[in-house]
């Protein structure tokens, strides 16, 4: 069965530094989101991209952040200057459709330093 | 804002017996989506419900979506120690575009042997 991969599982960074998290989404999806759920705290939309463009994105997802396909596979996620309130786990997610289950990857657990 | 929220917050039955959990949201939406998360892993679909649909069914799930009091129900029957897990209602509001879900603060299920 399909399924969304993401790698790093988990990444250490010190505070300041760049990360980049990266999803491989299911093959014939068009449509790709990444979330992030704080320790304990709900999961929280950050941005969903679409034609190689950025279709929506939430007050979190800042210019701090930035998303990329950069080849027919890949979908990333780029944190630059990354700060203590960045820890989290990073979940990529993707869909067939506008409407409908997304398939969400095992996530990256981020720890920042 | 939307929002998702579920109660109760944690739910602890023992095996055999049904598990009822139940999730209110504040604006108009498409669809609603139930998910499951077990500890520290990513997130697995299990049944959504469109905004025109009363109750579904899906094995041993029932969902029932109340469209004027904006709540939906999940009911897990004859639960499993497999089925502890935390469960979340997630909302699609999307005018046009990919989705964005939001998600609730999520019920943490434990089933005992």
């Known amino acids: 069965e399909p399924e969304v991969t993401q790698t790093p599982s988990h990444q250490v960074t010190q505070m300041g530094q760049e990360v980049i998290l990266r999803c491989v989404p299911i093959s014939n999806h068009l449509y790709f989101y990444w979330y992030r759920q704080i320790l304990g705290q709900k999961v929280e939309f950050l941005v969903s991209?679409?034609?190689?463009?950025?279709?929506?994105k939430s007050e979190i997802f800042d210019d701090q952040f930035s998303v990329e396909r950069p080849d027919g596979s890949n979908f990333t996620l780029k944190i630059r200057s990354t700060k203590l309130e960045d820890s989290a786990m990073y979940f990529c997610?993707?869909?067939?459709?506008?409407?409908?289950?997304?398939?969400f990857g095992p996530g990256t657990r981020l720890t920042v330093l | 804002s939307q929002q998702g929220e579920e109660d109760p917050q944690a739910l602890s039955i023992q095996e055999g017996e049904n598990a009822t959990m139940n999730c209110s949201y504040k604006t108009s939406i498409n669809n609603l989506q139930w998910y499951r998360q077990n500890s520290g892993r990513g997130l697995v679909h299990l049944i959504l419900i469109r905004s025109n649909e009363r109750e579904k069914h899906s094995g041993r799930l029932r969902v029932t979506l109340d469209t004027s009091k904006k709540s939906s129900s999940l009911l897990i029957t004859a639960s499993r120690a497999a089925d502890t897990a935390s469960y979340f209602c997630a909302t699609d509001a999307s005018i046009q575009g990919a989705q964005k879900l939001v998600f609730g603060q999520g019920t943490r299920l434990t089933i005992n042997p």
């Open positions: 991209f679409y034609n190689n463009e950025i279709s929506e």
């Open positions: 997610a993707s869909s067939s459709g506008t409407v409908g289950e997304q398939f």
